[in-house]
Each structure stands twice: as C-alpha cells, then as structure tokens.
C-alpha cells in the first residue's frame, strides 16, 4: 500500500505532520513527569540515557528508578490517546 | 495554609471579583463565533483555561496530599469535563449543520490536542524547582535533536512502560489508583478508531453522541514487535472487564472460557490469527519495524450491543477483523498484506 495511514497510539490521524508532532508532545510530557519524579541524585543518569535513545535502557531505567513508574507514564498515555479522540 | 484557604475559596460559590467567578462566566458562555471557519480560539482558550486551572490545582493536591486540594482538584476536574464537552458537542452540531469535510475537521481537532499539551507542558515545567527546571530544558533540548528513529523508540520504551500500568489497573479492581493529571479514568475510552469507522458505516454525529455513553473502547494495545495475537489477546482481554468480556463472547455465541490463556486462544482462533499448525501466527500484515494495534470496542445502539475488533496497522487502513453487528462471523479479510 503506498498510502500508509499515519498512526499515532493506534489512531490513524489525518497527516503524518500531526502523529511527529503528537509523538514529540508525548514524548516531552512523558519526560517532564519522569523528571518531576525522579530523585535528584538520578536526574543527570536520565539525560544520558534519554539522549542515547535505547529503548531497552529507557524502559529499565525507568522501571528502576522512578517510583510508582506505571503510574505515573501509564495514565499521560492515556489521557494524550483520549485527548486525541476527544472529538472523534 | 495557603492551599487550604485556595481550596476554601474555589469550594464556595465564586463571587465578583475572585478569578473562578470570571472562570465561571467564561464557562457559561457559549459564544460559538465562526472564526477559523470551525473552531473559535474564544472557545478554545474558554477550556484550555479550565484546564488550567485544573491543572494547577491537582499539582497542588499532588504535593500537599491536602483533602482540600482534592476536593478543589475534582471540582475543577469536573469545570474542565464539562467546558471540553460542551465544545465537542457543539464541534459536531456545527460540523453536520454545515457538512464540514472530516479531513478538515480531524486536522483541526489533532491541532487542538497539540496545543492542549504543549499549554500543559508549559505550566506544569514552570511548576518544578529550579533544579528540575533546567533539567527539563536540556532534556527537551535534546529530544529535539533526536533523529526520527531514536524519537520512536523512546515512544515505544515509555508506551511500554504505560501500558503495563493499564494491566495492572484492570487486574486490580479494588486498587483506588494515585489520582492523574487527568481523570484518573479506567481503561476505558468514549470513542475509538473503531468508532471513526462506525461513524463511516453509516452512524450520524447525532446517532453516534446520543449513544456515546453506551460506547466503551478500550485503549488500543500495542502489538510488540515479533508477537502473535494471542499473546495480544492476553495483554488487551484483562483490560476489558469481567462484563464486556462476557459480552464479547456472548456476542461470539462461544461460552466464556475460564482461564486467560483459553480465552487468547478461542479469540485468535475465532479471528482466523493462528497458522496452519494451530499456533498464534505473527500477525502477516505487521511490518515489524513498526507497530500495530487491537482495538475492541462495545458499543449499545438501540438496547442491542455489538461488538468491533480493529487491527490498525502502520502500513495500511484499520482491518475489521470482527463486527457482530450482522452476526457473530469475523470479517475474512481481504487483509491488508503489505
């Protein structure tokens, strides 16, 4: 198919413009949770990993160091997705 | 306590003067201008300002732990529900008066969405100490110099993260979880790309928003890289609820299996997702350098339920692989194999 629908959290959205800058948004709240979460003392270790990009490191780095993980990213995705579908 | 006495005074009844009155005021007004032939920025700003103050008020409960902060915080949760409401409400009346083209329509409403959490970020950044603040500013530095592959993957570590909280949530009916910068809601939508395809198939706008409270979706599940639907199938069905799951079965005419790994399978097999061998087959449509999505959706029209599973792919337009509203018979394809 040549015509990829552009996809965003499994939305298909009207141009692939909105799922990047969607993306970025996310990506941005996400962190800026994770920074608001974070100990002190580990805020420089989530630059490092953040700017290599690994995402098996991110996702263990995460998991290990930002209390109550889940419950802080699961619910941004969830609200971003809704805020998406707001008017759909 | 300056939060107590906040919460005090938000509580009662706004007077003349204090910034919720004014609030207030912009909230009852519906001044519906046509400006941006759809959206008026007024309106806009109307619930971005009620988000706001939202916002900021569960920022405080966050760090204060105060009943009062909560108390606030739900009570503008509520301002905040009911502004954004009455905008896509009215969105949709405007939209089917004049025949608003969708595409149009889906390019404004993804703009919004935008803005809304570009404002969030911003007050929520200027919330932080100012040891965080500047880590925030290189982070946000630094994402912004990642390449688009890098960009995704972060995508896929942190929606992996998320979506094991979702699970977590389902499986734990009695937690009471932290309140969220949102609604703390269950893992259950209003609307859905299955609903988009609904609204294709012939509902009206209208039709559609008078059922809305009948329509539950589920957040759509990732498909991980190299997996097969039944392992999707286990990840996606707890999330469902014991109710909507029977539902799904009842729908199927098939007895709702006992255990979560018979209900996978019974559901990759009744979809047509497992080979030649009877095992869960990599889903064939699946380019596995990006990622697809389930979507199930249970919608009541009219006292009579019908169930939709979508699988949304990357690389092509949403498969139908269920719809019982002519039956409980998957659709057999012709899938997308590209």
Same mark, same amino acid.
């Given at each position: 198919?040549?015509?990829?629908?552009?996809?965003f959290?499994?939305?298909?959205?009207?141009?692939?413009?909105?799922?990047?800058?969607?993306?970025?948004?996310?990506?941005e709240?996400?962190?800026?949770a994770?920074?608001? $979460?974070?100990?002190?003392?580990?805020?420089?270790?989530?630059?490092?990993?953040?700017?290599?990009? &690994?995402?098996?490191?991110?996702?263990?780095?995460?998991?290990a160091?930002?209390?109550?993980?889940?419950?802080?990213?699961?619910?941004?995705?969830?609200?971003?997705?809704?805020?998406?579908?707001?008017?759909? | 306590?300056?939060?107590?006495?906040?919460?005090?005074?938000?509580?009662?009844?706004?007077?003349?003067?204090?910034?919720?009155?004014?609030?207030?005021?912009?909230?009852?007004?519906?001044?519906?201008?046509?400006?941006?032939?759809?959206?008026?920025?007024?309106?806009?700003?109307?619930?971005?300002?009620?988000?706001k103050?939202?916002?900021?008020?569960? *920022?405080? *409960?966050?760090?204060?732990?105060?009943?009062?902060?909560?108390?606030?915080?739900?009570?503008m949760?509520?301002?905040?529900?009911?502004?954004?409401?009455?905008?896509?409400?009215?969105?949709?009346?405007?939209?089917?008066?004049?025949?608003?083209?969708?595409e149009?329509?889906?390019?404004?409403?993804?703009?919004?969405?935008?803005?809304?959490?570009?404002?969030?970020n911003?007050?929520?950044?200027?919330?932080?100490?100012?040891?965080?603040?500047?880590?925030?500013?290189r982070?946000?530095?630094?994402?912004?110099?990642?390449?688009?592959?890098?960009?995704r993957?972060?995508?896929?570590?942190?929606?992996?993260?998320?979506?094991?909280?979702?699970?977590?949530?389902?499986?734990?009916?009695?937690?009471?979880?932290?309140?969220?910068?949102?609604?703390?809601?269950? /893992?259950?939508?209003?609307?859905?790309?299955?609903?988009?395809?609904?609204?294709?198939?012939?509902?009206?706008?209208?039709?559609?928003?008078?059922?809305?409270?009948?329509?539950?979706?589920?957040?759509?599940?990732?498909v991980?890289?190299?997996?097969?639907?039944?392992?999707?199938?286990?990840?996606?069905?707890?999330?469902?609820?014991?109710? /909507?799951?029977?539902?799904?079965?009842?729908?199927l005419?098939?007895p709702?299996p006992?255990?979560? &790994?018979?209900?996978?399978?019974?559901? $990759?097999?009744?979809?047509?997702?497992?080979? &030649?061998?009877?095992?869960?087959?990599?889903?064939?449509?699946?380019n596995?350098q990006?990622q697809?999505?389930f979507?199930?959706t249970?919608?009541?029209?009219?006292?009579?339920?019908?169930?939709?599973?979508?699988?949304?792919?990357?690389?092509?337009?949403?498969?139908?692989?269920?719809?019982?509203q002519?039956?409980?018979?998957? *659709?057999?394809?012709?899938?997308?194999?590209?």
């Amino acid at each position: 198919m040549t015509n990829a629908t552009p996809m965003f959290l499994g939305i298909p959205l009207a141009s692939s413009d909105t799922a990047d800058s969607l993306e970025m948004t996310m990506l941005e709240t996400i962190s800026l949770a994770v920074i608001d $979460a974070l100990p002190s003392e580990r805020l420089a270790e989530f630059e490092e990993v953040l700017a290599e990009g &690994d995402e098996e490191k991110i996702s263990a780095f995460i998991e290990a160091h930002v209390p109550q993980a889940r419950d802080v990213i699961g619910p941004i995705i969830e609200d971003i997705h809704d805020s998406v579908l707001t008017f759909a | 306590m300056a939060t107590v006495e906040m919460a005090g005074a938000w509580i009662r009844e706004p007077e003349p003067g204090e910034p919720e009155y004014v609030l207030k005021q912009k909230l009852a007004e519906s001044p519906f201008t046509e400006i941006e032939g759809v959206f008026s920025p007024v309106r806009i700003d109307q619930v971005l300002s009620a988000r706001k103050a939202y916002f900021t008020a569960y *920022y405080q *409960y966050w760090k204060t732990r105060d009943p009062q902060a909560e108390k606030l915080a739900t009570w503008m949760r509520n301002q905040y529900n009911v502004a954004r409401d009455t905008l896509a409400s009215d969105l949709a009346a405007y939209s089917e008066r004049r025949n608003i083209d969708p595409e149009h329509q889906a390019i404004l409403i993804d703009n919004f969405a935008r803005r809304e959490r570009e404002r969030l970020n911003e007050i929520k950044a200027s919330l932080l100490g100012s040891e965080r603040q500047e880590a925030w500013k290189r982070t946000k530095e630094a994402l912004r110099k990642l390449v688009p592959g890098k960009l995704r993957a972060l995508a896929f570590a942190f929606v992996a993260v998320g979506t094991a909280a979702a699970v977590d949530y389902a499986t734990n009916p009695d937690r009471e979880p932290e309140p969220t910068e949102d609604t703390a809601r269950p /893992n259950v939508g209003q609307s859905s790309a299955g609903q988009q395809q609904w609204d294709n198939e012939g509902l009206s706008t209208e039709e559609n928003l008078r059922s809305r409270d009948n329509v539950h979706t589920l957040t759509p599940e990732l498909v991980q890289e190299g997996e097969g639907a039944i392992h999707a199938f286990k990840r996606l069905l707890p999330r469902m609820g014991q109710a /909507n799951l029977q539902s799904l079965f009842s729908q199927l005419e098939i007895p709702l299996p006992a255990t979560l &790994d018979e209900q996978a399978d019974v559901l $990759a097999r009744q979809l047509n997702l497992l080979n &030649d061998e009877g095992e869960s087959a990599l889903l064939p449509y699946v380019n596995p350098q990006e990622q697809s999505s389930f979507v199930i959706t249970i919608v009541t029209v009219d006292g009579k339920q019908k169930v939709e599973i979508v699988l949304n792919t990357p690389t092509g337009n949403p498969q139908v692989l269920l719809d019982t509203q002519n039956g409980p018979q998957p *659709y057999e394809g012709p899938f997308d194999t590209k």
